[in-house]
């Protein structure tokens, strides 16, 4: 009888374990597959360095700031994460993307150089955001022979829905508006 009771004890314990919430799954997202790139002109005219990030954009969390409530403040989504810090996403997101140009084409590689400022969503209400990419491009000559360019981007993008997975999407879209207008500042500052 006492075996019966210990055996029926832990049957039922077993089974309460069961019924416990789970914890909500981690979702993992990148930008996504890449726009299909254009006919390159042979070997690039340029080197893509890392992309370089302040420390708040070094990990993998998915930051969201509520600029209705509290502007100076950053947060991160709980449950959802970028696959690599944003930084590592947007370097591959380069060297998959940029192609030289044939009149770059045989033109010693000059260094391009990323710094990344903003990558986040930004509420002005808890039904409205959008996402902000910011940041700074400098291009080194080859040989030094001149001084380095540099521009800035701002992109922002409205976000179909104020979550994470609508914060990726409009993040991707950004990310891929920059690429072009990059290329041909690109073209225009290493080709000339």
Known sequence: MKTASILLAVALALSACSLAPTA???????L???????ASGGALAWRVADVTAPPW??????AYRLSFQQAQRLEHYRDSFWAAPPAALLTQRLREQLVTPP????RPAALLAINLDEFEQVFASPASSQVVL??????????ATSPPVQRHWRIERAAATPDAPGAVRAMAQAVDE??????????ASACR
Do not use: F, K, N
């Open 134 to 143: 910011r940041l700074h491009a400098t291009l080194w000559p080859a040989g």
């Open 57 to 62: 954009l070094s990990g993998d969390g998915i």
């Open 103 to 106: 009149a770059c084409a045989g």
């Open 178 to 187: 920059m690429l072009p207008q990059l290329a041909d500042w690109l073209a």
């Open 24 to 30: 909500a799954p981690r979702a993992v997202y990148d």
């Open 32 to 38: 996504g597959p890449a726009p299909a790139a254009a």
